[in-house]
């Protein structure tokens, strides 16, 4: 099966390029930029196209790799100016948007993909590198979504299916599990920061404990990767982090109460005595 490219920014040369190293017949790239297109092709010794038909009459799955606000207009702009062969298919790559964004294609006898890699794109040749690595979400038409698992079989990634109606649970998760986790390190070091810590010498400080829980979580699951005062019930500890946020940064004590009693409530799965209840008391407290 041949494949074709629309948009030919990180994602997309990354993602072409990945198919072609587990040999896949990926043609080319089509973007608004001809430059683009001929960087994509270049990494896949593949064809930069100059005419979007081309690449249509040339290839019968196209992913669309634009940025996600331009999905649907590139879907609706085919439907309308181009032909596209019936049975084709098309699958755009955002984690946010469902494969309702190219519904237009649909109505002209296509079928209809989004194909979302759960990691991260900062450049091509680190990404390059995850990808065989990465865990894939396929949403979108029952006819023809084995094409797609079979692909991702034979470049031996693991992948899981949704329905539309869950693509934003499914991409609500993704931030809070990545961009939030950000924010809740960024709020761990503002402790130091208070402290009189150098920045730099606290990143360095978390870090091993931020690894060590990652690789934990991998291994044990989250459950049994919680360590620490709640999970040990030690109500005095968690009473002295409390009164020093009192006296030293009241700012930040609403958020911590509120992750500490989530954290609880994750203890409280495995028992429930009256340390854990005494906790969720004063946790409880926002």
Request: net charge neutral.
């Amino acid at each position: 099966m041949k494949i074709g490219f629309i948009g030919a920014g990180k994602v997309g040369c990354t993602f072409g390029k990945y198919l072609k190293k587990n040999g896949f017949d990926v043609v080319g790239y089509y973007s608004r930029s001809f430059e683009s297109a001929q960087k994509g092709a270049k990494e896949i010794e593949g064809i930069a196209f100059e005419s979007l038909q081309e690449l249509l009459d040339l290839t019968q799955l196209i992913f669309i790799t634009t940025p996600d606000d331009a999905i649907k207009k590139v879907a609706d702009e085919i439907s309308e100016y181009y032909n596209i062969k019936k049975g084709q298919i098309f699958v755009h790559m955002s984690g946010a948007l469902s494969s309702k964004e190219l519904v237009s294609l649909k109505q002209k006898g296509a079928y209809i993909y989004s194909l979302h890699p759960l990691q991260s794109f900062a450049d091509i040749k680190s990404a390059l590198e995850s990808l065989c690595f990465t865990v894939f979400t396929i949403e979108g038409d029952k006819e023809k979504i084995d094409i797609l698992k079979n692909i991702l079989e034979k470049c031996g990634n693991r992948f899981f299916t949704i329905t539309e109606e869950l693509k934003g649970l499914y991409h609500a998760s993704a931030c809070v599990v990545s961009n939030y986790l950000v924010t809740l390190i960024d709020y761990g070091l503002k402790f130091y920061e208070i402290m009189g810590v150098d920045k730099d010498l606290a990143i360095e400080a978390v870090y091993p404990l931020i690894k060590g829980t990652i690789e934990n979580i991998k291994e044990l699951g989250t459950k049994r990767a919680l360590t620490g005062p709640i999970k040990r019930g030690d109500v005095g500890t968690i009473v002295k982090h409390i009164e020093s946020l009192q006296n030293f940064a009241p700012e930040l004590l609403n958020l911590y109460k509120i992750l500490g009693y989530e954290t609880v409530k994750l203890t409280q799965e495995d028992c429930e005595n009256k340390s854990i209840l005494e906790l969720k008391k004063i946790l409880k407290e926002v």
